[in-house]
T-cell receptor
């Protein structure tokens, strides 16, 4: 069975501080992992995917198969990063989403 | 660039009423999905259609039915609405396969009184 765990419901950081949003997964096959973001009053949108190994809006995420983790990181938080972030695991023609972490960047 | 379009955006129903949520995509995607989003629960898959002509249950299918009308359209029906179905409903589409990124609609905010 596929499972995604995001242990933090809310993460509050100050502007300019580093950000790490945690994501752990459980999957027997080769995982396809994604981060989605939902800004206030906007639709859910793809932020990044592990196979792209790219940085989007300063965010990066590295797949660690040994720890079964795909944490999202950014060295310096910006006010516009405040949003809901979902980690998702792809497999079997569908995605399994975590419960989400609300990131609040305070001035 | 419409992408995924959902109608209606808001709806209030009384317990026992029925309604259909509509979803259409213009990206020529094979797969379409219906999710519900509840506080503290994240997004939970209700039903999905991997390709035209097929539908499968997701994590929380009870109380819902779906129809993949054609490649573009995928509707979600509540036959007898219950207060527990009060939620925000999202439709999404993607290329075939769980490794494909999904594109989401704006959501339908549904309240059942």
């Amino acid at each position: 069975a596929q499972r995604v765990t995001q242990p933090e419901k809310l993460l509050s950081v100050f502007k300019g501080a580093p950000v790490e949003l945690k994501c752990n997964y459980s999957y027997s096959g080769s995982p396809e992992l994604f981060w989605y973001v939902q800004y206030s009053r906007q639709r859910l949108q793809l932020l990044l995917r592990h196979i792209s190994r790219e940085s989007i809006k300063g965010f990066t995420a590295d797949l660690n198969k040994g720890e079964t983790s795909f944490h999202l990181k950014k060295p310096f938080a910006q006010e516009e990063d405040s949003a809901m972030y979902y980690c998702a695991l792809g497999g079997g023609n569908k995605l399994t989403f975590g419960t989400g972490t609300q990131l609040k960047v305070e001035l | 660039n419409a992408g995924v379009t959902q109608t209606p955006k808001f709806q209030v129903l009384k317990t026992g009423q029925s309604m259909t949520l509509q979803c259409a995509q213009d990206m020529n995607h094979n797969s379409m999905y219906w999710y519900r989003q509840d506080p503290g629960m994240g997004l939970r898959l209700i039903y999905y259609s991997a390709s035209e002509g097929t539908t499968d249950k997701g994590e929380v299918p009870n109380g819902y039915n779906v129809s993949r009308l054609n490649k573009r359209e995928f509707s979600l029906r509540l036959e007898s609405a219950a207060p527990s179905q009060t939620s925000v409903y999202f439709c999404a589409s993607s290329g075939l396969g769980g490794d494909q990124p999904q594109h989401f609609g704006d959501g339908t905010r549904l309240s059942i009184l």
